[in-house]
C-alpha cells in the first residue's frame, strides 16, 4: 500500500468530521513543544487495546498516534510526553465511565491533557444509549487541567458504527472528531484503477479489528487532524462544561467505581455472604506500552458454593454493578434485589467469553440508602459467579 500518494492524503481528509473549538488541543501541542511534561490518553474498546495490531503495544493505533504527536511537538518519545492506552476489549463507555478514573488518570496521580475516546463499534451494548457515552465526555471535560477531548468513530468490516448517535456530542460541546469510517468505507467499493488505495481485506485483520494498515490509517487519520489544528490560528477556550446542556444525557458524569479495595461514606458492606473468594481468572489487558496483561478488576467477590447473598447498603442516585461474563460450565446466574425488589437477572453466559460487563440495577432515583442484595438463582447455589465492583453516583 503507498501511504506516500496523493490519493491517500486525500482519503485522509475525509475522515476529518470537525476539529470544533481547537483551544485546548492546541494549547496542548504548544506546551509540548515548549517541553512542557504532557499526557496524551486513549479510552476505548478492544480496537484501542489493539486488536489486530502486531506486535499489539507498538502498532496499534494509540501508540502510532503517539509517536507522530511527538514528532508533530517535535519531541522524541519518552521525553516530556507520556503515553496512557486503556482499551479494554468487548466493553462499551458504559464500563468506561467507571474505569475512567482508575485507568486513565490512575487514581489521581494523572491528569491527562489530550484524550481520545473510541467507543463507536463498542456502544451497541451501552443501556442508556448514549448518556454513558456523554456522561464520560463530559466527566473528561470538567478536569481542572482543560484537557482536549477527541472522538474517534472507529468501524467494523459491515461498514456499520454509531457516529450519528454519538457525533452529537462532538456537536454539542465542539469538539474535534475523526471518523475511520469516512475515511475509508468509499474506498472498499473502489475499483483499483478508479483511485482505490486501500481494499477491505488489506484494513481489517478479522470482522471487527484493523490489520497493521487498518490501525496506520487510524493514527493517521488522527494525525491529519492534529496537523490541521497546528496550523490553524487558535480559538478562545470558552467551554464551561457545567454552563452547557447535555445533549443525550449525563446521569453518570461524577460516577465512582467500588470495589473491595475501595473506602468510601457511600457505601456499606453489610455481608459478602458466600460471595468471599477473589477471582483470579479475570479478562487481561495489555495496558499502555506493555505486552504483559493487566488483570481487569482484581478486587472482586467471587461466589463459588452457597445460598448467602452478598447484602450492601450504597447511599446513590444511579447504581451499576460490573459482574464477570464467562463462557465456563461452572458458572452460574444471579439476582440483584434493590430495596426487596428484584431488578436484574444475570446470565454470564449469554456472551461465552471472559470479559467485564456493566448492568444498571437503577438510575436517576432518589438519594438515598438503598439496601442492595445479589444472591444465586435458586438452582445455582452450587455455580460460580463474580462481582467484579459497582459503579454508583452520589
Known amino acids: 500500500m503507498d501511504f506516500a500518494c496523493a490519493a491517500y492524503q486525500e482519503m485522509l481528509q475525509k475522515s476529518l468530521v470537525q476539529t470544533g473549538n481547537n483551544a485546548r488541543l492546541k494549547t496542548a501541542l504548544e506546551r509540548a513543544k515548549r517541553g512542557e511534561e ?20 507498538t502498532k496499534c493505533y494509540a501508540w502510532q498516534t503517539f509517536e507522530g504527536f511527538c514528532r508533530l511537538a517535535g519531541k522524541g518519545v519518552d521525553e516530556n510526553i507520556h503515553y496512557i492506552k486503556a482499551g479494554v476489549g468487548g466493553t462499551p463507555s458504559e464500563l468506561g465511565m467507571i474505569r475512567y478514573e482508575r485507568d486513565v488518570c490512575r487514581d489521581g496521580a494523572v ?40 472522538l474517534l468513530f472507529s468501524v467494523f468490516a459491515n461498514d456499520w458504527n454509531l457516529q450519528e448517535r454519538l457525533c452529537v456530542v462532538g456537536a454539542q460541546y465542539y469538539l474535534p472528531m475523526v471518523s475511520t469510517r469516512d475515511c475509508v468505507v468509499e474506498q472498499f467499493y473502489k475499483k ?3 483511485g482505490r488505495v486501500v481494499t477491505k481485506n488489506q484494513f481489517f485483520y478479522d470482522c471487527f479489528h484493523p490489520t497493521n494498515i487498518g490501525h496506520k490509517i487510524m493514527a493517521d487519520g488522527l494525525l491529519h487532524m492534529m496537523q490541521v489544528v497546528d496550523q490553524s490560528p487558535m480559538d478562545e477556550d470558552t467551554l464551561e462544561v457545567s454552563a452547557v446542556p447535555a445533549v443525550i444525557g449525563d446521569t453518570f458524569e461524577r460516577v465512582w467505581l467500588y470495589d473491595r479495595s475501595s473506602q468510601t461514606d457511600a457505601v456499606r458492606i453489610v455481608s459478602v455472604g ?15 506500552r506493555d505486552l504483559t496483561q493487566t488483570k481487569m478488576f482484581p478486587y472482586n467477590w467471587k461466589h463459588v458454593k452457597g445460598a448467602a447473598p452478598f447484602v450492601m447498603e450504597v447511599n446513590a442516585v444511579s447504581l451499576v454493578m460490573v459482574n464477570k461474563d464467562s463462557g465456563a460450565p461452572d458458572t452460574g446466574c444471579a ?17 461465552g467469553w471472559t ?3 456493566p448492568l444498571i440495577c437503577f438510575q436517576n432515583r432518589e438519594r438515598r440508602t438503598w439496601h442492595v442484595e445479589v444472591r444465586m438463582q435458586p438452582g445455582d447455589e452450587d455455580k460460580e459467579f463474580t462481582i467484579l465492583g459497582f459503579g454508583g453516583v452520589s
Open 38 to 57: 504532557i499526557t496524551i490518553a486513549f479510552i476505548g474498546g478492544s480496537i484501542t487495546q489493539g486488536a489486530g495490531a502486531v506486535p499489539i503495544n
Open 111 to 150: 491528569a491527562p491533557d489530550i484524550v481520545v475516546v473510541e467507543f463507536a463499534v463498542n456502544d451497541e451494548g451501552d443501556e442508556t444509549k448514549g448518556v454513558c457515552y456523554e456522561s464520560l465526555v463530559r466527566r473528561i471535560l470538567a478536569a481542572e487541567n482543560r484537557p482536549a477531548v477527541i
Open 192 to 194: 483499483a484503477n478508479a
Open 274 to 288: 458466600d460471595f468471599s473468594e477473589t477471582d483470579e481468572e479475570l479478562q487481561g489487558v495489555e495496558m499502555d
Open 335 to 351: 439476582q440483584v434485589f434493590v430495596d426487596g425488589e428484584e431488578v436484574l437477572l444475570v446470565d454470564p453466559r449469554q456472551n
Open 355 to 357: 470479559h467485564c460487563n
